[in-house]
């Protein structure tokens, strides 16, 4: 009987997973709003300001690993990450870990510290992945003379490495690239981009 608790406990442990969570607020910027929840399995999920119907991604295990390095690395927030000196406001960024219980929080608006840095600009890459992905969506709906512009931001994206889960825009590209609607141009790049993204790489940066 021992041993099956044991192992229960084992497993309620391993079906609650580490979990981050980053917001940031700053008013006037586009958005001025983001809140960012993911585990340690690589489940993700992205929302603006009042967002009831979130974005949900999947994050590939080294992209995961090397996020929850760098939370290691910070003391999982047990410490203050502010920069002591003066800069201009770019933002309140929130980083939050939890985990059974453990909860710990930190707050700044800009840092020093090259860990924090690099966490800080995962999230960016996160939020710029998950807007790139709506506008494509709204163009392949809406605009379809829009598309190919969509595409091309995405393109760049890739090619300066702030892609992030790029397996999340395989679905779009497929009805894009099977779509004889949308110009062929558009097409020719959203099949291109499927090559790139099927295989489930990350562009790192």
């Known amino acids: 009987m021992r041993v099956f608790l044991l192992a ?17 607020s700053f008013p006037g910027s586009n958005p001025p709003y983001v809140a960012i929840q993911l585990d340690e399995t690589g489940r993700g999920e992205y929302r603006e300001k009042d967002d009831e119907d979130p974005l949900l991604f999947q994050l590939g295990e080294q992209e995961t690993r090397q996020i929850f390095a760098l939370v290691d690395k910070l003391d999982r927030f047990r410490r203050p990450l502010e920069a ?14 939890e985990r059974d219980g ?67 825009f395989v679905p779009v590209l497929e009805r894009i690239v099977r779509n004889q609607a949308y110009m062929h141009i558009a097409r020719e790049r959203a099949s291109r981009l499927l090559d790139l993204f099927r295989t489930g790489s990350s562009s790192e940066p």
């Open 102 to 168: 453990e909860r710990h929080e930190v707050k700044f608006n800009f840092s020093a510290d090259a860990d924090a840095r690099a966490l800080w600009d995962w999230f960016e890459r996160i939020t710029e992945s998950a807007l790139l992905l709506q506008r494509l969506e709204r163009a392949a709906r809406y605009d379809r003379l829009g598309v190919n512009q969509a595409l091309l931001e995405l393109e760049i994206a890739w090619d300066r490495k702030r892609l992030v889960a790029p397996q999340q």
């Open 8 to 24: 229960f406990g084992w497993l309620a442990a391993a079906a609650d997973p580490a979990r981050i969570s980053y917001t940031k």
């Open 84 to 97: 002591s000196a003066k800069v201009a406001f770019t933002g309140w960024k929130t980083f939050r870990y």
